[in-house]
């Protein structure tokens, strides 16, 4: 399984960008998928999660309100949609889905929101 990242960006504060996910290989059986992010200097943190189905999501605290994760199993794409964009959301974003018990990474897409 591969997942590819793409849609970050420069952005100016209080703006939006759209990050997707994209899957790819054995995809048949992907569970849960989630998106975390890292800033230079610190530990990768949650983001957001979905299940599979999309009946249950989470989100980290500084991000509830601000970002809609979502999913289309059809196209085996995940997407998050940040609004609001605040300089301290400045990170690398990850996506990561799990398939028959194995976690997959993808390459993580740069997002940099300048005051």
């Known amino acids: 399984v591969q997942l590819v990242e793409s849609g970050g960006g420069l952005v100016q504060a209080g703006g939006s960008l759209r990050l997707s996910c994209a899957a790819s290989?054995?995809?048949?059986?992907?569970?849960?998928m989630g998106w975390y992010r890292q800033a230079p200097g610190m530990q990768r943190e949650l983001v957001a999660t979905?299940?599979?189905?999309?009946?249950?999501?989470n989100y980290a605290d500084s991000v509830k309100g601000r970002f809609t994760i979502s999913r289309d199993n059809a196209k085996n794409t995940m997407y998050l949609q940040m609004n609001s964009l605040k300089p301290e959301d400045t990170a690398v974003y990850y996506c990561?889905?799990?398939?028959?018990?194995?976690?997959?990474w993808g390459q993580g897409t740069q997002v940099t929101v300048s005051s």
């Open positions: 990561n889905a799990i398939v028959r018990s194995r976690l997959y």
């Open positions: 290989g054995s995809t048949f059986s992907i569970g849960a």
């Open positions: 979905m299940a599979s189905s999309g009946s249950y999501t």
